[in-house]
């Protein structure tokens, strides 16, 4: 009875996994365990997505106890679809984290790091699966929390102060979290999903149902980072370990977003939240500032890491686009993004684990004659920088053609200007990126030793950036998909 | 009793040239494979070409389509073949070949870096240009479109000086910035108004639009087709000649610039039809930039003392002509766009091949510097005189012959603009190419002797030049099939 159990394995298999890995304190054995975990969860997320389409939303209630006394997980295509990304690409970026944390970690906390790896991990699982708001709430903390000790686990000692701002700032959003479901328990008396959605539109006229959902929707925007709430992710994502980077750009906003899509949708309903409280309005115009301003923030940075992450802010400005179109093509356009943005920032965040790996650093100027050094280093940042800027036959070419497609057929003109705008930016920063690997001189004293980084990091990047390719032109799993999971969201009309 | 003819082969076209650039890495380290490699390549593809366009006349050149896999939900990647495509592909494959020759002679003579990246690239774009050639619809002809401006991007790098550095990042930021921006959002626009971007005879949009959408909307196609380089997205072009020269002359008077004046020439003919432009009268404006660019780029290049600047600029005006004569609408003048893309091509070859002979013999790159070069360089400078007489569109070239229709056009259609323009920049055309002729071989110089370029260049030159009088002497199957492209978008 494999089928039973399936729903949990995802959260279950890291949950138990984490903590062996402080028993056993061998690095090694942590890696090779983390991987095998991973394996396990984008396996189980793998079949999960088979089943759901092939039977509809699968149903698993804890302990026996039926919803809404228990705990239930509900399990439908957007979970699945959101499932498998976040489970597929944080397996491939665990296979680095072998060769990444040697550079980046001190040895005592490597088996740590792989714990909290696992944890954080079954914490974004566990939000994607659930179908109860207060079981959201305990999975946003057990991601969260591990998030700040993976910020914080590496050398650089300029982490703990961006780890601190994180976990201020995630603070301050999980409790607006919790304010907004405590609000919307007062106000309905339930905490599951379905049954909240269900009795909500009685109860929606309170004046304690708005102010909890806009709790709840400022709390997730923290979360994932949409500007102008975004300040905690640049000096999070430029100090953290390479691989944490990697791991966060590419699932942590992502499920944030997932989130915000599962409540606006799915719970409080979308035409109602949209309109009534101003929501479409507001999240757009945020939106389209994140674009503009990610972009143009991104162009003038000189540390590719921060450089990325505040692609990253823009990035995520295009998928709440997307979605506040609120439509099927809107919606599809926004998931197709949101799964496309994280092959390429893995990719991106990866490469730069394999460049810092042989002693490079992380500024524009250290990437200076890395492409003739490191080509197939160099290869993916040039793929993955293409994705960014939306060249065809990369995946990010694809989600751009669906949003701006989106935005035409709504006749939203300056939507398009907004992507425009963004996307020449993009040329921008990338193109200082492709400038300085390959027609740039090195730096005449040092950088003798940097050559290719070994398989163990090269691997899983340009396996990300594969997908980038794959998924520029076989697009069945992220716009198909994407497509029929907008269909079922039905947008607001 | 004809023999048909399949269209999936078609797809060979673009793959040819992509095997070559696949293939090229494992011959870097070896210069003569290496070479022999990118000739092989260039004759394949060549070869490829020529069968494609005698299978596909003697099946009596029918307008074919090939549909590769559904890209995504209404969007597909297809290929077809109609006279016009198959036109711009045999001028491109033909000149690879002989570019190729040339820039074996070129890159070793002046002891080049990076060759295996050069040779790569080069090939990159021929499979682009072949893909811009044959895109069915605009969907797949802006993914070659872009294909085409990154594989380009790196020939223009080429030097790797700051120099180099700042030309290339103009040339990616133009070429990008407004295929991005208006290109990209105008496939889009027309995707949503027809529900596909299919090129269509007589004009996918007909009946679809209103005469402000369709001004908009082919402004939008005019300005965002950069490589077109109609004023004033024509920056990059001159910016692009800090390439090495063989670059410059394949690519940037020929490939990527043609790939542009094609682009609007299908626009014009498939996408909006001809006889729907002119009844709705909503290319006034984009005609009215075309002829302004082709006489302020010659303005321009009066000035220019740099050789390669002077050409770029002369370029940028002649591809003026195109893009005019195909917005004239009259179908003798959109023959003679259609020519033009052809003429222009095998002339303007020839002037880069010479610009880049001098310099590789004598390294001068300023036209003020030619005195004398005549009787040093005879086989150089008379072909590039046979180009020099193409740009102005003097008998026996082929410039003659496009200039000929694009000027009947403007008669039949009684457009005094586009009359006063052709007879404005013809004037023009003289004023900057004959003094140039004239100080190399009339005056003295400093050096003596005799110094030709190496022998593979000279025989490229000569080869082109000989094309260039050759499409004059025998244009009437470049007329037909030119003339089968404007029935076949009446």
Known sequence: ?493 | MSASFDPAWLWLAPAVPLAGALLTPLAARRPALRDAWALVSALGLFVCVAWLAGAWWRAGAPVLRSEGPEWWAGVVLAVHVEPLSMLFASVASLLWVVTTVYSIGYMRANREAHQGRYYFCFALALAATMLVAFAANLVTLFVAYELLTLATYPLVAHKGDERARQGARTYLAILLASSMGLFLPAIVWTHVLAGGTEFVSGGLLAGRLSPAVAAALLSMFVLGVGKAAVMPVHRWLPAAMVAPTPVSALLHAVAVVKAGVFTLCKIVFYIFGPAELAALGAQEAALLLAGFTVVAASLVALRQVEFKRLLAYSTVSQLGYVVMAALLLAPLSRLGAVLHIAAHAFGKITLFFAAGAVYTALHKTRVDELAGVGRRMPWTMAAFTVGALSMIGLPPTAGFVSKWFILAGAMDWQSVFVGTVLVLSTALNAGYFLPIVCRAFFREGDGRGFEEAPWPMVAAITATAALTVGVFAAAGPLIDLARMSVEVSP
């Open chain 1, 1 to 493: 009875m494999s089928a039973a159990w399936l729903p949990v394995l995802p959260v279950v298999a890291p949950l138990l996994a984490a903590p062996l890995w402080l028993v056993v304190r061998r690095p090694q054995v942590a890696w090779w365990g983390s991987m095998a975990v991973g394996a396990v969860a984008f396996a189980a997320a793998a079949a999960l997505l088979v089943t759901v389409l092939r039977n509809g939303p699968v149903d698993y209630a804890f302990g026996g106890w039926p919803p809404p006394i228990g705990i239930a997980y509900r399990i439908d295509l957007l979970g699945a679809f959101v499932l498998v990304l976040v489970s597929g690409v944080s397996w491939v970026v665990s296979w680095a984290g072998g060769r990444g944390v040697e550079r980046e970690v001190d040895e005592p906390r490597r088996a740590l790091f792989f714990s909290a790896y696992l944890l954080c991990l079954a914490g974004l699982s566990g939000m994607v699966l659930t179908g109860d708001l207060f079981n959201l709430f305990v999975f946003l903390e057990i991601s969260s929390l591990s998030t700040y000790v993976l910020v914080a686990a590496g050398r650089d000692r300029r982490a703990l102060p961006a780890s601190f701002r994180y976990l201020i700032m995630g603070t301050v959003g999980a409790t607006f979290v919790l304010i907004g479901i405590g609000l919307l328990y007062a106000g309905t008396g339930t905490l599951n999903m379905a049954d909240l959605a269900a009795r909500l539109p009685e109860a929606f006229d309170r004046r304690a149902v708005h102010t909890g959902i806009v709790f709840l929707i400022v709390g997730i925007a923290i979360k994932a980072a949409l500007f102008p709430l975004h300040h905690w992710l640049p000096d999070a994502y430029a100090r953290a370990p390479g691989v944490v980077s990697a791991f966060l750009a590419a699932t942590a906003t992502k499920v944030a977003i997932y989130v915000f899509i599962r409540v606006v949708f799915f719970v409080f309903g979308a035409q109602a939240t949209l309109e009534a409280l101003a929501v479409q309005h507001t999240l757009t115009a945020l939106a389209a500032a994140a674009v503009v301003f990610g972009s143009w923030a991104a162009l003038r940075q000189d540390d590719t890491k921060r450089l990325l992450a505040y692609s990253s802010v823009a990035q995520i400005g295009y998928i709440v686009l997307g979605l506040m179109l609120a439509d099927v093509a809107g919606l599809q356009a926004g998931l197709t993004h949101l799964f496309n943005h994280a092959l390429m920032k893995g990719a991106l965040f990866l490469a730069l684990v394999a460049v810092v790996y042989h002693g490079g650093g992380q500024r524009l100027s250290d990437l200076a004659g890395l492409g003739a050094r490191m080509p197939l280093t160099a290869a993916v940042i040039v793929i993955g920088g293409l994705s960014l800027i939306g060249v065809p036959l990369t995946a990010g070419f694809v989600g751009k053609w669906l949003l701006v497609e989106a935005a035409a057929a709504k006749g939203a003109w300056w939507l398009i200007a907004v992507v425009v705008v963004g996307s020449v930016f993009a040329l921008g920063y990338v193109g200082r990126m492709l400038e300085a690997l390959y027609f740039r001189a090195p730096a005449a004293q040092g950088g003798a030793g940097i050559a290719e980084a070994p398989l163990g990091l090269l691997v899983p990047a340009l396996v990300l950036a594969a997908a980038n390719l794959y998924f520029g032109i076989d697009t069945r799993l992220s716009a198909g998909l994407a497509g029929r999971v907008a269909a079922a969201l039905g947008g607001a009309g």
